[in-house]
């Protein structure tokens, strides 16, 4: 009798699964604030792209475990990372964006220095604002190389690999390869 209770089971959940998808199918595509922000990000907007993000970023701490904050925090560190090269590179002042900036290093230090779990993006982000911050100091610029080292030999497959290339491109020749 228990293989006919788990059949019965089974069977409600399938034809429950089947009835969700069936609305999921129906129901009109909504792609949420984290892709809208991704969407305004890869069109250049990267103020905007933070405006969308921050009230997610700012949502729990970093070492929360819901997913979409999680998501929303490393992609607002990522974006705000994009945004102050460019605004570098262009020779545009940061003032304006200074808050953005303020609550990403701020994510991707309680992130990166968390003792319950290591966060090689957040410390790879991380690394980067102390390396290239306006303002940063030669203590910092020392704490980005050693922890892009740490980044570099984590063997983590998305972020030990930008490391290395960070590294190379800081004329740190031990990462660049032959």
């Given at each position: 009798m228990r293989n006919s209770g788990f059949a019965t089971r089974l069977k409600a959940l399938c034809v429950a699964g089947f009835v969700s998808l069936v609305v999921l199918v129906a129901a009109p595509a909504y792609a949420g604030p984290v892709d809208d922000a991704i969407a305004a990000a890869n069109a250049g907007n990267h103020a905007e792209a933070l405006d969308i993000l921050?009230?997610?970023?700012?949502?729990?701490?970093?070492?929360?475990?819901?997913?979409?904050?999680?998501?929303?925090?490393?992609?607002?560190?990522?974006?705000?990372?994009?945004?102050?090269?460019?605004?570098?590179?262009?020779?545009?002042?940061?003032?304006?964006?200074?808050?953005?900036?303020?609550?990403?290093?701020?994510?991707?230090?309680?992130?990166?220095?968390?003792d319950t779990?290591?966060?090689?993006?957040?410390?790879?982000?991380?690394?980067?604002?102390?390396?290239?911050?306006?303002?940063?100091?030669?203590?910092?610029?020392?704490?980005?190389?050693?922890?892009?080292?740490?980044?570099?030999?984590?063997?983590d497959r998305v972020y030990a690999n930008q490391a290395r290339t960070t590294l190379c491109d800081e004329w740190i020749e031990e990462y660049c390869g032959d």
């Amino acid at each position: 009798m228990r293989n006919s209770g788990f059949a019965t089971r089974l069977k409600a959940l399938c034809v429950a699964g089947f009835v969700s998808l069936v609305v999921l199918v129906a129901a009109p595509a909504y792609a949420g604030p984290v892709d809208d922000a991704i969407a305004a990000a890869n069109a250049g907007n990267h103020a905007e792209a933070l405006d969308i993000l921050e009230p997610l970023a700012r949502r729990g701490h970093p070492d929360d475990y819901m997913q979409q904050d999680a998501d929303a925090r490393i992609l607002f560190v990522m974006i705000a990372d994009r945004f102050r090269t460019r605004l570098f590179n262009e020779g545009a002042n940061e003032a304006e964006h200074e808050k953005a900036f303020k609550l990403a290093y701020e994510i991707a230090h309680r992130a990166a220095s968390s003792d319950t779990v290591t966060n090689w993006g957040m410390r790879y982000y991380l690394a980067r604002m102390y390396l290239y911050g306006a303002g940063s100091t030669v203590e910092q610029a020392e704490t980005g190389v050693a922890m892009l080292r740490e980044v570099a030999a984590s063997g983590d497959r998305v972020y030990a690999n930008q490391a290395r290339t960070t590294l190379c491109d800081e004329w740190i020749e031990e990462y660049c390869g032959d």
